[in-house]
């Protein structure tokens, strides 16, 4: 079944990583020379429609490029994996956002140096874009970058993938009276009916492939549950519907899809708002407000369970909804915060759906998406809530009962203090959490006898809590492990191209998978001695508003963390991970950088 769900969900990531939109641009030229000649191997020129336009309008921009005869580029769509496609993309700091890009029909040409004929751009030819300008934007002027990527080959060899940059100005103004529309713009080229324009991601979207398309979405955020970072659902969920007091499995059911469908609301909202802001995914969990308001719900839940009190609605609002009703809006809240733990699952998956998102520009049909993706995460959810709340429906449920609630009561307390975790100092951090674990089993060994008549109940009980206690004082015991050395450094303190390959982490205090990479990957042997022929850096990305994080993220195009990003003795970026990988693989890839 992993199998499966991996193959779809790198289908999915194939069919939506190069799916992105076009932007306009005004007259400029740039120009690609070969490493060992002074010879032109492509001219740019770039032209737009307005130097004045409104805030919220379109605006069309013309890539005229034109191919010296002895070379051709890749199309945006080369049939060989190891061949890099030509694309276009924009780096824009106030929103700008590529809609549209129509990228020409390509030739297919038989070359020495592959078996199959491979699909290309030769000659003179257009691709026009079409930019998207943020709604209200202030007056004044700005600018951003149009970026051409593109491999070029002749017949045979192939030359490392370059770049072409052309800067381009345009004014905001607020009434139509002002805009400046340059008179000789040829907007025939945009009428034309592209003919790759439609990537296979834009096809899976509409019509009869809708249902396709969003089964693989939902199969995708099922994988999700593979990954480190919702790995505090598990006790939390099994904590909250253990001490719920229903035992009838429809009720049950119904709660847990209530709570599924608010972690799924949460996870959506905070997914597009990422697409189409440019946020960093799952920052929300860097926030002191965040971490301390997730840490106060599940301390009123534990306390609910050690018989404080009970959750109950007023009892007017009772008589109008039923009495039924008071446990779903319980377990809509809890869903509706736990949505924010999720967040920050990041992957190659979600990475293309931000991606996808972020270009289509249209925050419904990004709620959807991600709606569907969180109701794939938390599917297994579902199944263990009822499953944990069904204990209650166990024979001679009474003082046993009462025993396992407050279990789950410590659970819960445990809980929060992970969450407040990142706001105590780093030198006590590792501490907290494993001296809970073990006062509160001794608590519930030694002094709480609840239960204890229930010989069977008794020696479970103090099995598990004895393990827990174990568990405790391992981790106090410090370990020293040997690990890659990083040079932790600011963003615009890493060298690149300087004859060595180039490791940047880019991590993050509140991120688990990270946390993962280091404690496991980082430490192997195997992989510390291939690092060494790596300059090494690291980048804390855990303050997501400051300068330097905004910083980062724009220059290396990150939309979550980990990101790890191998680059070769060029400069030039090899492989990038967004998700834990374990010791192997990651060794695996480092072998591939030169």
């Known amino acids: 079944m992993k199998k499966i769900i991996s193959l779809l969900v790198t289908f999915l990531i194939s ?30 020129e770039l032209r737009q429609s307005h130097s004045k336009i409104k805030s919220g309008d ?23 994996d190891y061949l890099i496609p030509t694309d276009v993309t924009i780096n824009s700091k106030d929103g700008f956002l590529i809609s549209q890009k129509n990228f020409p029909e390509s030739k297919e040409i038989k070359f020495d140096f592959s078996d199959i004929p491979v699909s290309v751009y030769e000659g003179e030819f257009e691709i026009p874009i079409v930019i998207r300008v943020p709604e209200n934007l202030s007056e004044g002027d700005y600018e951003f970058e149009v970026v051409m990527n593109y491999q070029a080959c002749n017949n045979q060899t192939c030359l490392p993938p370059k770049e072409e940059k052309i800067l381009v100005k345009v004014g ?79 009720r049950l059911f119904g709660l847990a899809s209530v709570y599924v469908i608010g972690m799924a609301i949460t996870y959506s909202v905070i997914g597009v708002v990422t697409a189409l802001s440019g946020a960093l995914f799952g920052s929300l969990l860097q926030n002191p407000i965040v971490l301390i308001g997730i840490a106060l719900v599940l301390v009123a839940l534990s306390l609910s369970m050690f018989g404080l009190y009970e959750f109950q ?33 990041i992957g190659p998956f979600v990475v293309g759906l931000l991606t996808f998102v972020g270009a289509k520009g249209d925050p419904l049909f990004g709620f959807l998406i991600f709606f569907v993706l969180a109701l794939g995460l938390g599917l297994p ?46 030198n006590f951090r590792s ?41 405790g004082l391992w981790l106090l015991i410090p370990k020293e492990k040997e690990s890659v050395q990083w040079e932790k450094v600011k963003v615009e303190q890493i060298q690149l191209g300087n004859g060595q390959p180039v490791i940047v982490d880019f991590y993050a ?51 979550g963390v980990p990101t790890v990003i191998l680059f070769d003795s060029n400069g030039n970026e090899v492989k990038r991970i967004t998700s834990f990988v374990n010791a192997d693989e990651f060794l695996k890839f480092l072998k591939e950088v030169e």
């Not at 039924?324 to 809006?329: D, E, I, N, P, T």
């Not at 445990?414 to 969450?419: D, K, L, Q, T």
């Open 431 to 471: 501490y907290i959490l494993p001296s809970f674990m073990i006062l509160s089993s001794v608590y519930l060994l030694v002094f709480d006898k609840t239960g204890a008549q229930i010989k069977s109940f008794s020696l479970i009980k103090n099995i598990v809590l004895v393990l827990i206690a174990l568990i």
């Open 172 to 250: 905001i103004v607020k009434s139509e009276d002002e805009v400046v529309e340059f008179s000789n713009f040829n907007y025939s080229a945009f009428e034309k009916k592209p003919v790759e324009t439609k990537t296979t991601s834009d096809s899976l979207f509409e019509g009869k492939s809708l249902i396709l398309s969003f089964l693989l979405v939902f199969l995708g955020g099922l994988a999700l549950n593979l990954t480190p970072c919702v790995y505090p659902l598990i006790p939390i969920t099994l904590g909250y519907f253990g001490g719920q007091s229903e035992s009838k499995t429809s």
């Open 509 to 559: 205090d509140w991120c688990l998978p990270c946390k993962e990479l280091d404690e496991f990957t980082f430490t192997d042997k195997r992989v510390i001695e291939e690092t060494k022929k790596f300059r090494r850096y690291k980048v804390d990305l855990t303050k997501t508003g400051s300068e330097e994080t905004q910083l980062a993220m724009k220059k290396y195009e990150i939309v």
């Open 58 to 80: 379109n605006l069309y921009l013309l890539l005229k490029v034109k191919i010296n005869p002895e070379w051709h580029i890749n199309s945006n769509k080369p049939k060989e």
């Open 15 to 44: 069919t939506l990583v190069y799916s992105q939109t076009i932007s306009d641009f005004q007259l400029s030229s740039g120009s690609a020379q070969t490493n060992n000649s002074s010879q032109k191997i492509l001219t740019v």
């Open 381 to 426: 959810y579902l199944f263990l809530a009822v499953f944990s709340g069904k204990i209650k429906s166990l024979p001679r449920s009474g003082e046993w009962m009462v025993a396992v609630k407050k279990i789950f009561g410590f659970v819960l307390l445990g809980m929060a203090i992970y969450f407040l975790l990142p706001l105590i100092p780093e």
């Open 313 to 345: 609605l007023p009892s007017s609002w009772m008589a109008k909804f039923g009495e039924a009703r008071s446990g779903y809006l319980g377990a809509l809240f809890m869903g509706l915060t736990m949505g924010v733990v999720a967040a920050p699952c």
